[in-house]
Nanobody
Framework: QVQVVESGGGLVQAGGSTRLSCAAS????????VGWFRRAPGKERDFVAA????????YYADSVKSRFTISRDSAKNTVYLHMNGLKPEDTAVYYC???????????????????WGQGTQVTVSS
């Protein structure tokens, strides 16, 4: 069982930057793909970014491509989401999630992920 805990976020001005962290406890993340999703008020939970465990290939939603970067630090058992050029429409609860170990399927869908954090709020003011 992998327990996932997000941190970071808060209130940021439009155009600003922030970083979210996703730490694993109970097991190492090393053989799990990790993704970030977000849910804006009144909307579905949408894919933001993901990184696989084997070759660290990254995937991004079109809406955040070139602004957000996902990375993983194996030594710290942590995955980061670096968010730049923030816009008010980025306001949402951000969730970190991990797949089952050795998962090699698509990692851009909610259904691909087995372990979820509680979420952390990011609010971008205009």
């Amino acid at each position: 069982q992998v327990q996932v805990v997000e941190s970071g976020g808060g209130l940021v001005q439009a155009g600003g930057s922030t970083r979210l962290s996703c730490a694993a406890s109970g097991r190492t993340f090393s053989r799990h793909a990790v993704g970030w999703f977000r849910r804006a008020p009144g909307k579905e939970r949408d894919f933001v970014a993901a990184i696989n465990w084997s070759d660290r290939t990254t995937y991004y939603a079109d809406s955040v491509k070139s602004r957000f970067t996902i990375s993983r630090d194996s030594a710290k058992n942590t995955v980061y989401l670096h968010m730049n050029g923030l816009k008010p429409e980025d306001t949402a609860v951000y969730y970190c999630a991990a797949t089952y170990s050795d998962y090699d399927g698509d990692i851009t869908s909610v259904d691909d992920f087995a372990y979820w954090g509680q979420g952390t709020q990011v609010t971008v003011s205009s």
